[in-house]
C-alpha cells in the first residue's frame, strides 16, 4: 500500500518503473482509473493487493523448512519492492515496455508464476537442500488435506482469473469456463504421465494437474477459447509433470515443486497465447499463430517470458546473496530438525503427547536432537492393555 501499488501501476517513468505519485494511496481518489475504468479505483487496488500478495507466498513453497523467518521477511519486502514492481508495470501499466509491445498476460502468468518460480528456484539453489533428503522419505504430510486445499484454490482461482476482466461480462465468463476447463484437462494429463510413469494413477498427481492447468491457463485465459484451453491444459499437465520427474535428476531441493508447476506451467500458459489467442474471443488481444496472426504474437510472448525468467532470477539471487551477507538466510540444523514452527514461533500443529504450554516451554530451551534420531524422541509410549 505504501509504495508498491504507485511503482506498479502509477505514473510511468522511463517505460519501465511508475512514479511515487499514489505513495500510500493518495491523489488517487475514489473514483475510475483509466487502467481500470470499469470498477472503483480502490477495488482495483484491493484486487492487486492480492497478486501482490500471493506471488511472494509461492515462492516460500521452494524453500520451505529452510529459511529464517527474519530473512524471509525482509526478502519478500524487498523482492516486492525491486521485482514484482517491475514487472508489473511491464506487463500491466500503460506505458511499461512489454504493455506498449503488445506481450499478454491476462491474469498473471509472467507477472506471478513465472516470476515466483525462478524466484523459487533462485532460493533453494542458494540455500541448499533441506537436511536428510536422502536419508529418510518426505512424502505428504495429509493427503485429504491435501485435496481440501487444492479444491480451495480452484475455487479462489476464478476469481483472480474471471476478475481479471474487471466486470460482468462476456471476457470473465470466458475466463471462468477455460479456467476450469484447462485444470480439468491438466489433471487428465497428469494422470496419464503418472500412469505412464509408474503403472498407477496417483491422487497427488491429480492435485498437482490440476494446479498446474490453472497456472497455465492464467495468462490465456481470457484470450482463448474452452478448446484451445483443453489443449493448454493437457500439455501443461503433461510437461509440468515430466519437470517435477526431472527435479530429482537435477539435484536442486524444491520442496512444494514451485519450479515445475509454476515456472514451467506459466511458461506453457504464456507461450500458448501466441498460439491460440483469438481477437473473436477478446479484441482487445491479438491474433495467434492458429487465428491467422503468424509468429509475431509469439515472438512478443518469447521476449516477456525470457525477460521474466532472467530479471526475476538474477534479481533473486542478488537480494539473497545480500540477505546471507547481513543477517543470514537458513536456520540452523538443531532448529530445521525440530521444525521451524517450535523452534521459530512456539507452535505446534499437533500436540499429541503433551500440552501447549508444555510444548512452548521445550521450544525455550536449547533444541538437542538425540541421539538416536528426533522422530524416536517423539514416539509415544506404547499403550497397554489390561486383560481380563
Known amino acids: 500500500m505504501l509504495a508498491v501499488y504507485s511503482l506498479a501501476f502509477g505514473p510511468d517513468v522511463g517505460?519501465?518503473?511508475?512514479?511515487?505519485?499514489?505513495?500510500?494511496?493518495?491523489?488517487?481518489?475514489?473514483?475510475?482509473?483509466?487502467?481500470?475504468?470499469?470498477?472503483?479505483?480502490?477495488?482495483?487496488?484491493?484486487?492487486?493487493?492480492?497478486?501482490?500478495?500471493?506471488?511472494?507466498a509461492i515462492i516460500t513453497g521452494a524453500f520451505a523448512e529452510?529459511?529464517?523467518?527474519?530473512?524471509?521477511?525482509?526478502?519478500?519486502?524487498?523482492?516486492?519492492?525491486?521485482?514484482?514492481?517491475?514487472?508489473?508495470?511491464?506487463?500491466?501499466?500503460?506505458?511499461?515496455?512489454?504493455?506498449?509491445?503488445?506481450?499478454?498476460?491476462f491474469a498473471g502468468g509472467t507477472v506471478v508464476h513465472i516470476s515466483s518460480g525462478v524466484a523459487g528456484l533462485a532460493a533453494v539453489l542458494v540455500l541448499g537442500k533441506r537436511h536428510g533428503l536422502k536419508g529418510k522419505p518426505m512424502v505428504p504430510h495429509n493427503i485429504p488435506l491435501t485435496i481440501l486445499g487444492a479444491g480451495m484454490l480452484w475455487f479462489g482461482w476464478f476469481g483472480f482469473n474471471a476478475g481479471s476482466a474487471l466486470g460482468a461480462n462476456n471476457i470473465a465468463a470466458t475466463a471462468f469456463l477455460t479456467t476450469n476447463t484447462a485444470a480439468g484437462a491438466a489433471m487428465l494429463g497428469w494422470v496419464l504421465m503418472d500412469y505412464r510413469r509408474q503403472g498407477k494413477p496417483s491422487t497427488m498427481g491429480a492435485v498437482s494437474g490440476a494446479i498446474a492447468g490453472l497456472v497455465a491457463i492464467?495468462?490465456?485465459?481470457?484470450?482463448?477459447?474452452?478448446?484451445?484451453?483443453?489443449?493448454?491444459?493437457?500439455?501443461?499437465?503433461?510437461?509440468?509433470?515430466?519437470?517435477?520427474?526431472?527435479?530429482?535428476?537435477?539435484?536442486?531441493?524444491?520442496?512444494?515443486?514451485?519450479?515445475?508447476?509454476?515456472?514451467v506451467g506459466g511458461v506453457v500458459g504464456a507461450l500458448a497465447i501466441g498460439i491460440f489467442a483469438a481477437t473473436a474471443v477478446n479484441p482487445a488481444g491479438a491474433n495467434g499463430l492458429l487465428a491467422g496472426g503468424g509468429l509475431i504474437l509469439l515472438g512478443k510472448q518469447l521476449l516477456?517470458?525470457?525477460?521474466?525468467?532472467?530479471?526475476?532470477?538474477?534479481?533473486?539471487?542478488?537480494?539473497?546473496?545480500?540477505?546471507?551477507?547481513?543477517?543470514?538466510l537458513r536456520v540452523t540444523h538443531a532448529e530445521e530438525h525440530a521444525g521451524l514452527d517450535l523452534a521459530l514461533h512456539e507452535e505446534a500443529g499437533y500436540a499429541f503427547m503433551e500440552s501447549r504450554p508444555a510444548v512452548r516451554k521445550q521450544a525455550r530451551r536449547p533444541i538437542k536432537i538425540p541421539a538416536a534420531g528426533l522422530m524416536s524422541s517423539l514416539e509415544p509410549e506404547p499403550i497397554k492393555v489390561r486383560s481380563n
Do not use: E
Open 15 to 56: 517505460h519501465v518503473i511508475g512514479s511515487l505519485k499514489f505513495a500510500g494511496l493518495n491523489n488517487i481518489g475514489g473514483g475510475g482509473m483509466a487502467l481500470a475504468p470499469t470498477v472503483p479505483v480502490f477495488a482495483f487496488v484491493v484486487f492487486q493487493l492480492f497478486f501482490a500478495a500471493i506471488t511472494p
Open 66 to 105: 529452510r529459511m529464517k523467518f527474519s530473512a524471509f521477511a525482509v526478502f519478500t519486502a524487498l523482492w516486492l519492492l525491486c521485482i514484482y514492481t517491475s514487472l508489473a508495470h511491464w506487463v500491466w501499466a500503460p506505458g511499461g515496455w512489454l504493455h506498449d509491445l503488445g506481450a499478454l498476460d
Open 218 to 263: 492464467t495468462p490465456a485465459a481470457g484470450y482463448v477459447s474452452p478448446l484451445a484451453a483443453v489443449c493448454i491444459g493437457l500439455v501443461a499437465g503433461m510437461i509440468c509433470s515430466m519437470a517435477v520427474n526431472i527435479k530429482w535428476k537435477s539435484g536442486y531441493d524444491d520442496a512444494l515443486d514451485v519450479v515445475g508447476v509454476h515456472a
Open 304 to 328: 516477456a517470458v525470457v525477460t521474466a525468467i532472467g530479471f526475476s532470477f538474477g534479481g533473486s539471487w542478488v537480494l539473497l546473496r545480500l540477505i546471507d551477507a547481513t543477517i543470514g
